[in-house]
Each structure stands twice: as C-alpha cells, then as structure tokens.
C-alpha cells in the first residue's frame, strides 16, 4: 500500500527502460522495485494485454497513458524494449516522460542472447531486417543503410555469435539513428557501471530523474561477476570493428556522466 502516496513530491515521473535485451535492464528494475515508491511495470504486464502471441508490445499508447494517470505511485518505470525503435513515439505520449537507454559490452550481450534463447536466436533476430519486415519489432524504424548491411553480412549457416552481435550492432544503433545521444530526457547507462559502481550508478540516475535518492539499500546484492563472460567468443573482423566502433560510440555519450 505504500505505492498510494507520493514520496517526496506531487509530480509523478515516468521512466521507460529501452536499449536491447541481455544489457542488465532486469537488473535496473529489480533496483528500482526496492523504491517503496515506485510502481514497475515488468516486460510482459498489463501493459502489454493485447499482445497475445509474444505478450511484451505495448498496448496503444492512449491505453498505457491512461494507466499511468491512474497510478499512485510518484515514480512509475516500465521496460518496453521490443518499443526502443519508438522512443519519439512515447515521449510523445508521455510529456515529461525520461529514459534510460541500458547497454553492455557487444560479446556479452551477444552470448547471453545465445545462452537464454538458443543459438539459432541471433539469426532469428536478423531475418526481420533481411525481409524488411516494418511490422517486426526488432526491424522496425530501422534506416535503410542498416537494412543493407545486415543483408551484406546474413546467411541461415553464418556464425550465431556474428549474429547476435550484429543485432547488438541494429538496435545500439537506434540510439544514434533517433537522435537520442541528443535527447535531453535520455541518459545512458552503461551496465558495467551499474554493477561496478551500483552506489554512483543509481545516484546519478535519480539525480536525472529529479527524484531523492532512497539509499543504498536498493543496490543491494549487485555484483560484476557476469562482467566478461562473452568475450572469448569469436567474431569475424569485420563485425567485431562494427560493434567497437559502435561501443565506442556509446561510451564517448556515456563517458562525461563517469
């Protein structure tokens, strides 16, 4: 029942989690659960009703909005990330709404991904983009040039590991291809810093949420001990200097708020 009263203040912030799956955004909201004042609309939820075969699209957006207004709790966070292509769209139908965009090193995503779905799962994520497919969460708002270069690089036989750190490489991308890096109501964050420094971390995530910080209690269990486990996979060349490039990218954004 502590969600019925605002903390703090009468203003109530809406936060989405967008960037790609596997980069520490269960982490982030497991963090933001032990809020007492906030309310977490996990990836599959009310939120996503009508979505009856994957159950994680959002519904549309007047609906979502609506939800929120009734909400209670002063600070609401939610995890659409199959809806990271559609950032505008939210922040239009959400005023006042900030963003993280969660992202981690290319080959840990990209082994975690194999590890949980299966290693045929990078190819999957790249059919979309090859067909074109404007439907297709993981394809959707892509521009053309990333289109063709997933194309140069797919086949059904290529290597799963090129595959899920190609995909890595579509939907980082997004960040840069929406304007984001420019946004003033996103904030980056990286997830090697969240579990090397969970203090700093969140501190200066609440800083940008304008929100209190409620104490070092929320961090609590968060460790690095997943930091590195992907990177003895192998990646051709040319799709490894694809991912740094991007990852540098990322990190030359992320790096004035370290």
Same mark, same amino acid.
């Given at each position: 029942?502590?969600?019925?009263?605002?903390?703090?203040?009468?203003?109530?912030?809406?936060? %989405?989690?967008?960037?790609?799956?596997?980069?520490?955004?269960?982490?982030?909201?497991?963090?933001?659960?032990?809020?007492?004042?906030?309310?977490?609309?996990?990836?599959?939820?009310?939120?996503?009703?009508?979505?009856?075969?994957?159950?994680?699209?959002?519904?549309?957006?007047?609906?979502?909005?609506?939800?929120?207004?009734?909400?209670?709790?002063?600070?609401?966070?939610?995890?659409?990330?199959?809806?990271?292509?559609?950032?505008?769209?939210?922040?239009?139908?959400?005023?006042?709404?900030?963003?993280?965009?969660?992202?981690?090193?290319?080959?840990?995503?990209?082994?975690?991904?194999?590890?949980?779905?299966?290693?045929?799962?990078?190819?999957?994520?790249?059919?979309?983009?090859?067909?074109?497919?404007?439907?297709?969460?993981?394809?959707?708002?892509?521009?053309?040039?990333?289109?063709?270069?997933?194309?140069?690089?797919?086949?059904?036989?290529?290597?799963?590991?090129?595959?899920?750190?190609?995909?890595?490489?579509?939907?980082?991308?997004?960040?840069?291809?929406?304007?984001?890096?420019?946004?003033?109501?996103?904030?980056?964050?990286?997830?090697?810093?969240?579990?090397?420094?969970?203090?700093?971390?969140?501190?200066?995530?609440?800083?940008?949420?304008?929100?209190?910080?409620?104490?070092?209690?929320?961090?609590?269990?968060?460790?690095?001990?997943?930091?590195?486990?992907?990177?003895?996979?192998?990646?051709?060349?040319?799709?490894?200097?694809?991912?740094?490039?991007?990852?540098?990218?990322?990190?030359?954004?992320?790096? %004035?708020?370290?």
């Amino acid at each position: 029942m502590h969600q019925l009263v605002r903390s703090g203040t009468d203003e109530k912030t809406i936060v %989405p989690i967008l960037g790609i799956q596997r980069s520490g955004t269960s982490m982030l909201y497991w963090i933001f659960e032990r809020d007492l004042g906030t309310k977490v609309y996990r990836e599959s939820s009310e939120l996503s009703s009508q979505d009856k075969v994957e159950k994680i699209r959002l519904d549309p957006l007047p609906l979502v909005k609506k939800r929120f207004d009734r909400q209670r709790a002063s600070l609401v966070v939610f995890k659409p990330l199959v809806e990271s292509q559609r950032a505008h769209d939210l922040f239009d139908a959400i005023p006042g709404a900030r963003a993280l965009w969660t992202y981690r090193h290319y080959q840990d995503v990209a082994s975690s991904n194999l590890k949980a779905f299966g290693m045929d799962n990078g190819v999957k994520d790249l059919r979309p983009f090859v067909r074109n497919d404007p439907a297709n969460w993981r394809s959707q708002n892509s521009s053309e040039e990333t289109r063709e270069i997933i194309r140069s690089f797919f086949s059904e036989d290529m290597n799963p590991y090129d595959a899920a750190a190609l995909f890595w490489w579509a939907r980082c991308r997004l960040f840069f291809d929406l304007g984001l890096d420019s946004h003033p109501r996103v904030m980056l964050c990286r997830y090697e810093d969240l579990v090397t420094e969970p203090s700093l971390t969140m501190r200066r995530i609440y800083t940008f949420l304008g929100r209190q910080y409620p104490g070092d209690q929320i961090i609590r269990d968060v460790n690095p001990q997943s930091i590195g486990k992907g990177r003895t996979s192998k990646l051709s060349q040319d799709i490894e200097s694809l991912c740094t490039d991007l990852l540098v990218r990322l990190d030359q954004v992320n790096n %004035p708020a370290i």
